[in-house]
Structure formats: C-alpha cells, structure tokens
C-alpha cells in the first residue's frame, strides 16, 4: 500500500515520543511505501533527525510560517480572495459556535477553502479574515452561543492577530499530495488538514492517530500565552478541527484509554477508536544487570515545560536529604523552543544548591544506557500520551516513579509507582521509598519487564496497525482504473473494494 | 454527562478544587480548557469518581464551573479579563524624540569641524549624503526583513555588508573624480564623506535592532567633543586634535549599533524575493528622492558664511515631521484596542484622516504665504539683497518638510510606490525646468537663485505638497491600507 504519514512539529526533523514511534512505524512496516509529509513551521534549514528507511519514497516539508503562496496572476488573485472570503464566512461562524449546525458551516467552509487550495495556493492569503471573524463574532454574541462561556470581548486587534494565526494554520489544506491508497496523520491538529483535503479531492480515507491529545495539548500550551479573544478563537478552531476529523476519519487509533475519552468526549463514534499502545522492541532493551554504585534517580526526554522538570529538581532536593548520597541525572536535549525552560531549570538547581549532585547530561546516543545510570527511572510530566522512557524503562528491568497523567497510570499498572503531577511531596516519597528498599526496586523492575514483554512489544504494535491500514484501505471508493494516472504495477487503489 | 448530586460527600473538596482552579478559570474559553487545567493538577476519572463524587474529570470540570459561576464577583473578575485591552499605548514620542536626536547629531558634529569641512568643495559630502541616505534606506528594510526571520546577527550583516560596498563603491568613485568637484585636499574628502556613510550605517542598525536609546547613548561622547569644539573650550594645546577625537566617538557608536554582527543566525533561511527587492528599491528611490530634495535646498540659497536659511526649517521638523507620523500611528493602532466594531473603527480612521490631512496644511499654508511675502516685505526689504532669497529659502524648507511628512505617511500606509514618486517629484520637476531654462540646477549665482530658481523651488515644492496631500488624503481613506 501506499501510505502519507503525516506529522507535525516531530518526525523526521525532532528525536524522541512520536518520532520513535515514527521511526519504528516506517522501518518495521516495509512492505507498505511511504510518503512523509512534515508539518514544519519553516522550510529548509532542517536536518532529519533519523535515517530514513528505503521504503520512505519522499519527504514532503510544509511550511506553516514561511511565506505565502498567493494564486498567480491578478484575476485569478481576485477570484481566490472572493471564493476564499466565500468559503471564511461559514468557516468563521462554525467554529464560533458549537452543535451539529456549526460543525456543519465548519466542515463546509473547510471543504471550500480545500478545495480552492487544490492549485497550491493558500487558502486564507489576501482574504479580509479579520473583518469576516469580526462579524462572525458580532453574530454569534448576538444570537446568544454558549450561555455560561460567553464569547469574550473581540477587540478589532484581537481580529486581526487570530486572522493571522488562523491564515496560517489552515495553510496545510494547500498541499497536494500525490497518489497514495491512505493517509495517516499523527495528531487531530494540522496533520488532518492535509488529510481532510485529500479525502475531499480524492475520495483518500485516513487513520488517524493520537499520541496525545492535540486539543489538551492545545488547552494547556494556550493557558496565558494569548489574549483572550485570540485564544478562543484559536482553541474553537482546533476543537472544531479536531471534532471533523474523528467524524472523517476511517479509524482512529489511540496509545491510551485517556486519550480515548477525550476522542470520545469530541465525538469520535466509539466502534471506529482503537487503543494500540506503543512498542519497543524486546531485543532493543534486555533486562539491565546491575545498577549503578551511587543511589541514583535518572530522567530521560526532551527539556520541555510538559516534562515539569521543576516538580523532579524539586522533589530531588527533599529526596537528597533523605537518601545520603543521591544523585539525579537529566539526560536529554533541549529543543529550541525549550531554552527559556532548560536556562529556569538550571536556575532552580542552582537556588537550591543542587548543582553538585544533578547533572545536565544532555543528548544520549542510547536511553538503554541513560536507564542503565540510574537506580529508578523518573518521569515527571503534567501531560504525557504513552511515554517511551516508562515502556523502555519497564522493558528494561528498571523501577519508575512517574506522574499520574495521560496513559501512563495504565500503562505502569501496579509494576511501579505512580503519584500525581504537579506535587513535589509525593514524587520524593516515592524515590525515597524506592532508594531506600533494593528488594522493592527489583521486583518492580522485574514485574515491569513482565507486564512490558506482555503488552508493549514492537511486533504487536506493528501487527496491529498492519491491519488497520488494511481496515482503513477498504473504506475507500471504488475507482475506475485510470491508465494514465495508475501505474500497471500497482492496482491497489482500482481494486480497493467499498 | 450528568453530576451526581454534591455536597454529602464532596462539597467541601469541591469548594476547595474551586478555589483552586478560580485563578485559571477567569480566562478559560471552554469548559474541556478548564478540564485540561483540572486534569493537569493530579485528577483523573479515579480521583474525580473517589474523591469529588462525579462520574470523571469532564463532569467535574462543569461542576467546578458552575460552582464559580454562582460567584459574582468571579463572573465580574472573569469579564473584567476577557474585555481588558490587549494592546499597550505605543511609546511614540519617546521613539520619536529619540529618533531625531539619532538623525540631528550629524549637524552638531558638522558644526564643531566647520573649518576642516570648508576644505571639502560641497559636491563630495553632498553626493556621500545621497549614497547614505538611500542605501540605509533601502538596507534598513532588507536588514529588518532578514533580521525578522534570522535575528539580529543576520540583519546587522546585511547593513554591514550593504555599507561597505558602498563606502568601497564610494572610494572608487572619489578616486576618480575630479579635484574641482572634491577639493584641494582629496585625502580629507575621503574621511569627510566615509565618515558620513558611517553615520548613516550606525542610524540604520540602531533602527533594525530597535537600539536608538542605547545607540543615542554612546552618542554622548560625540556630543561632550563637538560642544567642547563648538565653545571653544577644546584645549588648544592638546595633542588629540577635534576631528581626531570625533573620529574615534564615531566608531564607539559604530561598535555599539553593530555589536551583534558577530551573533549566530538564529531560524532558518529567508530568501529574498521579487517583492522584497521591488520594495526594497522603492525605499532606495525614496531616499534618492529626498537626499537629492535636500541637496537642492540647501544648496539654492548662496548665504553667506552662517547655516543657509532654509535649514532652519528642515531642522525644526525633523522632531516634529516623528511626532507627528507617531501619532498617526499609534491613533491608529489605539482604535485597534478600542474598537470590535468595524463601522465605529472605520469613523475613528475617517476622523483621523482628517486630522492628520488638516494639519498637514499648515506648514503648505505657511510655505505658501512665506514665499508670497518674500515679495511683499514691509520697509522695502524685498529689495534688499538677499533678503528675499532668504524668506523664499525658508518658505523652500517649511515646503520641502512638509513633502517629506507626506512621503512619511504614504511609505507608513504602505503606498510604496507612490510616496517614491512624490519623494522624486521635487527633484526630478526642478530639474525639469530649470533645463527648459538652460540654467544650471546647482550653485547658483545670487542674481539667479533670486530671480527665478527659488521660485521655482518653492513653485514645484508647493505643487508637489499639494498633489501629495490629495494622495495622502486617498491613502488614509482607503480602509486596505490599514491592512
């Protein structure tokens, strides 16, 4: 089959969570071919973070924020900002509100929009969205919307900032794909307008995978950062987004049960959301040996605020004089868009006079070794999906602590310790506890390699979405074979049943 | 979904969880955001179920929410941050007045090496002003547009760049000149004149980076020199002579406008395009258009050995010409905050118009009544030598300001183009007529800047204005270019 993995922000340009599993998707099912399209907020200047298998045919970059691609010519310039005005008008309204009349204005204005961008020019460049969200706003406050979470106040600025976000966030309607039997796009945020627009243009179905939940994510990450106004506008966006795309999609698969109750909550219809939890291979982390000489606590992942490392330096200082001798280990890079986040971390390291005793080990060659420095493995983050460092680490024989947010309560079970987020008190008690009692440590890391073998094994992830391509290919349309558009050696798309 | 009812079990916790989230909840767009914020404490479905008594976190995120709901002073702080303005008052007459100390100290600097400026013959500092002027306009867009995607490095390397080519450009062209349009002293022509592009080089960076404050602050050292020099307080006997000293306070500034040259690139590439470049031409021909309007100015009036009278005006607006396109700028960016209705917006813009086109016709109404009392002047005057040169010089400048003002405005409402025009109209209209009169358009004799070079000036400039209000008045009319 031929597939369009589509990403946004991760693979294959950032390392680590979903562009593991990307990785692990591409190299372990080559049978299929992949197209890659990447999300990206600017083209060029990247290089891929991983090497990408044979059977990836092309990477396909789409900026979100580079500059726009107006319609050529000055007619068909003109013709593009009125159909486009056209099309924002039931866009705007939709997403405003809420209901099954507004999900339908939504899906309607981001059909026309999709299909006006067929030519590859952006759908919103040149069209007065600010005044056309302006009025939208006038209308929906004027017909009463949400009752209890009335609109907020929509300032002609507001307008103008949220028509900017928006213009370029509906951007990836433009691309155009070639041929390919399924999409995959790997979270209900911008990934689905490339798939939504295939689906329109093409009749292409898509599965749709959740590592986490984009539209929490989006609900935590917009908290303060936006003026109110654009906030709403924004998070009414993506919550209508992503509500379309569970109702598009053919499948949706889903690493946790958390995440699925946010799916279901958005209306994906419940027959179509599969859990498939991640998988790492048994091979790639046999149980580790030993463990190091000095009580350490060791952390592995990308310096993040979602990582709340300030809870783990925290909790260390109170674990520190508790367990003489402690040691904690950072060990991972920092994005860019986390440098703020790392430089407050060292802060807090040095205010609480830990600098001897925790380290900034930065990138690691290989996590297996990372877990193998620690005594216990630390996860620490306010949202996670399914987290790598917990699978791995339980594969590897080591005890975690972790925090008790997305899937990873389900996933660690009673094969190790789980506290809530967010609460210095309860994470220190919990490496405390662990430090201090070998006997608990090892039976919790052998009773997580157990669990792990049993549940979060690479071939079973990779079986398990075989088939759903499988599943999601059989929903397509049945088309004429076109001979000049379908290449004789490949008749998968003319033969795809109903 | 529907809560079970609280308040046997789980009241007090659900006082307590209100309480908690009530911070977050006045700014929270949708209920699922506050479930988020909920989930993110530590409360899952298991929590929510044991410990508030609601079937999951989404049902106690409504509970939570209608809990502060009933709370009026809640629902007022929740309004008061939904409605509060976003945007700060823009600074503009701090910018403004920062900006014009940036583009006049140049004069003070002029003004304490008079002397050794009299050795240069006006052509070579005259044609360095031009080059200066326009290429820092022109690289200042380009080094913005570039400094907006790759950081302040980058931007500061395209004027870095852009700068050197031209003083190399503008040796080459010096070297090959002849001595009557440089002087006697072709060496001082070349300190003079490069001296000038560095100037111009350090206002453009400080622009690009938004230093003016820090840049306007090393800037001091230049000041304490020329005042010293201007007062006559340098000390004769000193070993560092005036222009020396001015020298190395000019690379201070140029050090400090330019120190993050070195700084990595930060983002990745940004390629200029087609637009860009016709842009950044528009710029340059907007410069040319004024540097070469100024020229002619100051150089139609022969004066005597003081500053010529048109400068007087020229340097009076500078302050005023900021100030005055800052307002515009930030009444217009005001309405932004203060309106979410699109007629009451489009009104307030209308009403500005206005203002900003009405007070615009002073300084035409009084270049016009100034270069008709330079004929009409009490006690005879008008006949007096030079008299009247200077009035018409003056109402030249008060003229030449104004159209500067316009092309201002129409560069801000981004009319590109046509505020190039207008810059280049004077010019290119003085010229006209002066080649229909076969005179020579530069140093004048007295009898013919009098007699009809002036006139024309202020004719043309007067006409010019005139037109370029019509245009402006369009401009701040047309609700696109607000854009």
Redesign the interface.
């Given at each position: 089959m031929r597939i369009a993995l589509i990403t946004e922000g991760t693979y294959p340009y950032v390392a680590g969570g979903v562009s593991t599993w990307c990785q692990q998707l591409l190299t372990g099912l080559d049978r299929h071919a992949f197209q890659l399209v990447a999300i990206t907020a600017y083209a060029g200047g990247q290089r891929a973070a991983y090497e990408l298998p044979p059977n990836v045919a092309a990477v396909r970059t789409v900026p979100v924020w580079d500059r726009a691609r107006p319609a050529t010519g000055w007619v068909a310039r003109g013709r593009h900002r009125r159909s486009g005005t056209a099309a924002a008008v039931p866009l705007c309204r939709g997403l405003l509100d809420d209901g099954p009349k507004a999900a339908g204005l939504f899906a309607g204005g981001l059909r026309q929009l999709a299909q006006q961008a067929a030519g590859g020019a952006h759908p919103l460049h040149d069209v007065p969205l600010a005044e056309v969200l302006v009025d939208a706003w006038q209308a929906s406050r004027v017909a009463g919307g949400d009752v209890r979470l009335p609109l907020p106040r929509l300032s002609l600025r507001d307008a103008r900032d949220a028509a900017v976000l928006l213009e370029h966030a509906v951007r990836p309607l433009a691309h155009r794909l070639p041929p390919v039997d399924a999409c995959h796009p790997v979270a209900a945020g911008l990934p689905l307008l490339v798939a939504l627009a295939a689906k329109w243009r093409t009749g292409t179905p898509y599965l749709l995978t959740e590592h986490g939940s984009y539209l929490r994510e989006r609900y935590l990450e917009y908290g303060d950062s936006l003026p109110v106004a654009v906030k709403a506008v924004m998070l009414r966006f993506y919550r209508a987004l992503a509500r379309l795309g569970y109702a598009e999609a053919a499948v949706v698969s889903s690493v946790s049960d958390f995440n699925r109750r946010w799916e279901l909550r958005h209306g994906a219809e419940p027959a179509r959301v599969r859990v498939v939890p991640n998988g790492v291979a048994p091979d790639a982390y046999p149980a580790l040996a030993g463990e190091p000489a000095d009580p350490t606590v060791v952390w592995v992942g990308r310096i993040d605020p979602l990582k709340d490392l300030h809870t783990l330096v925290r909790a260390f200082d109170t674990v520190r004089r508790e367990v003489p001798g402690a040691r904690l280990r950072l060990a991972g890079p920092v994005p860019a868009t986390g440098a703020d986040y790392a430089r407050s971390c060292h802060a807090l390291v040095d205010s609480l006079g830990l600098r001897e005793v925790v380290e900034f080990a930065g990138p690691v060659a290989s996590s297996r070794e990372a877990y193998a420095t620690g005594s216990l493995v630390a996860l620490s983050s306010i949202s996670e999906g399914m987290p790598y460092t917990v699978i791995e680490a339980m594969m590897c024989g080591r005890a975690t602590v972790s925090t008790d947010v997305g899937g990873v309560a389900e996933t660690v079970g009673d094969a190790g310790v789980v506290v809530p987020p967010g609460d210095p008190a309860a994470f220190a008690a919990g490496c405390v506890r662990l430090l201090r009692d070998p006997a608990e440590r090892a039976r919790l890391g052998e009773a997580a390699r157990a669990r792990a073998l049993a549940r979060y094994t690479l071939p079973h992830m990779l079986a398990a979405y075989d088939d759903l391509y499988g599943e999601v290919a059989a929903t397509a349309p049945v088309r004429l074979p076109v001979v000049d558009r379908l290449p004789a050696a490949d008749p998968t798309i003319a033969l795809a049943p109903t | 979904m529907t809560a079970p009812p609280i308040g046997r079990r789980a009241g007090g916790e659900l006082d307590l969880l209100a309480a908690r989230m009530a911070a977050?909840c006045l700014?929270?767009?949708?209920?699922?955001?506050l479930?988020?914020?909920i989930?993110?404490?530590?409360v899952?479905?298991r929590v929510a179920q044991q410990q508030y008594g609601f079937p999951?976190v989404?049902a106690l995120g409504e509970a939570v929410?209608?809990h502060l709901?009933g709370d009026r002073g809640h629902q007022l702080a929740r309004l008061a941050?939904?409605?509060?303005?976003?945007?700060r008052p823009d600074p503009y007459i701090r910018q403004a007045l920062l900006r014009s100390a940036l583009y006049l100290t140049p004069v003070l600097l002029a003004a304490a090496v008079a002397g050794p400026l009299g050795r240069v013959d006006w052509p070579a500092p005259a044609a360095a002003l031009v080059v200066g002027w326009s290429g820092a306009q022109a690289l200042a867009y380009l080094a913005h547009l570039v400094g907006a995607?790759r950081g302040p490095g980058a931007g500061t390397r395209v004027l870095a760049v852009g700068f050197l080519g031209l003083a190399g450009a503008w040796s080459a062209v010096l070297a090959m000149a002849p001595a009557a349009l440089v002087g006697p002293d072709r060496g001082l022509a070349y300190v003079v004149s490069l001296a000038e592009l560095a100037y111009f080089a350090a206002v453009a960076a400080a622009l690009v980076t938004r230093a003016e404050a820090a840049v306007l602050a090393w800037t001091m050292p230049s000041w304490l020199v020329s005042v010293l020099a201007v007062g006559g307080w340098w000390p004769a006997g000193w070993r560092v002579p005036v222009e020396v000293a001015l020298l190395a306070t000019l690379a201070l500034i140029l050090g400090r406008a330019y120190r993050h040259v070195a700084r990595r690139a930060t983002?990745?590439?940004h390629r200029v395009?087609a637009a860009d470049a016709a842009r950044a031409l528009a710029y340059l021909v907007i410069g040319l258009g004024q540097a070469l309007a100024f020229v002619v100015v100051w150089r139609a009036e022969p004066g005597g050995s003081g500053p010529p009278p048109a400068a007087l005006p020229l340097l009076a607006a500078v302050p005023m010409m900021e100030l005055f396109v800052g307002w515009h700028t930030a009444r217009v960016?005001a309405?932004?905050?203060?309106?979410?209705?699109?007629g009451a917006?489009r009104r307030h813009l209308r009403r500005g118009a206005a203002a900003t086109i009405a007070a615009l016709c002073v300084p035409l109404a009084l270049g016009l009544a100034l270069g008709a009392s330079a004929y009409r002047l009490p006690l005879g005057l008008s006949a007096q030598p030079g008299v009247r040169g200077a009035v018409l010089a003056v109402a030249a400048g008060v003229l030449l300001a104004g159209v500067f003002t316009v092309v201002l405005l129409l560069a801000t409402r981004r009319w590109l183009a046509t505020a190039a025009l207008v810059a280049v109209a004077p010019v290119g209209l003085t010229v006209g007529a002066l080649a229909g009169r076969g005179g020579a358009p530069t140093d004048p004799a007295p009898g013919l800047a009098e007699g009809w070079l002036l006139p024309t000036l202020v004719l043309v400039l007067s006409t010019v204005y005139a037109l370029g209000l019509v245009i402006a008045a369009a401009a701040l009319l047309d609700p696109r270019s607000y854009?």
């Open positions: - | 977050d700014r929270v767009v949708d209920v699922d955001e479930v988020a914020a989930e993110a404490t530590g899952n479905d999951s989404f929410l209608s709901d941050a939904g409605g509060a303005a976003t945007g995607h983002g990745t590439g395009r960016a309405g932004l905050d203060a309106y979410d209705d699109r917006y854009r």
